[in-house]
């Protein structure tokens, strides 16, 4: 059956670094776009970061942009998010999802969603 599994999260400091994966199984991965959103305590999910199947085109949150970096790796139907000088505001449950060729930036869109996994920052 289809399977998104996230690891990698826990606590950091403030200005550390994290990579999260999202592990696939289940479906023809090079066929999905891999989406990773985030949902703090009192606060709606948003979409931080997305990779398309095809061309592996990228999409960033502004939030984000300049210190997380998406990729993939279709051999080992995996997604990774490196999450460089990470702030207190980063601290959320991340989770992967699937859409099916291209990325979007609203979850709506997306047909499957891991467990995800928890990201603290915190000094």
């Known amino acids: 059956q289809v399977q998104l599994v996230e690891s990698g999260g826990g606590l950091v400091q403030p200005g550390g670094s994290l990579r999260l994966s999202c592990a696939a199984s289940g479906f023809t991965f090079a066929n999905y776009a891999i989406g990773w959103f985030r949902q703090a305590p009192g606060k709606e999910r948003e979409g931080i970061a997305c990779i398309s199947s095809r061309d592996g085109s990228t999409y960033y949150v502004d939030s984000v942009k300049g210190r997380f970096t998406i990729s993939r790796d279709n051999a080992k139907n995996t997604v990774y998010l490196q999450m460089n000088s990470l702030k207190p505001e980063d601290t959320a449950g991340y989770v992967c999802?699937?859409?099916?060729?291209?990325?979007?930036?609203?979850?709506?869109?997306?047909?499957?969603w891991g467990q995800g996994t928890q990201v603290t920052v915190s000094s």
């Open positions: 999802a699937r859409r099916l060729f291209r990325c979007s930036p609203q979850g709506s869109e997306y047909g499957y």
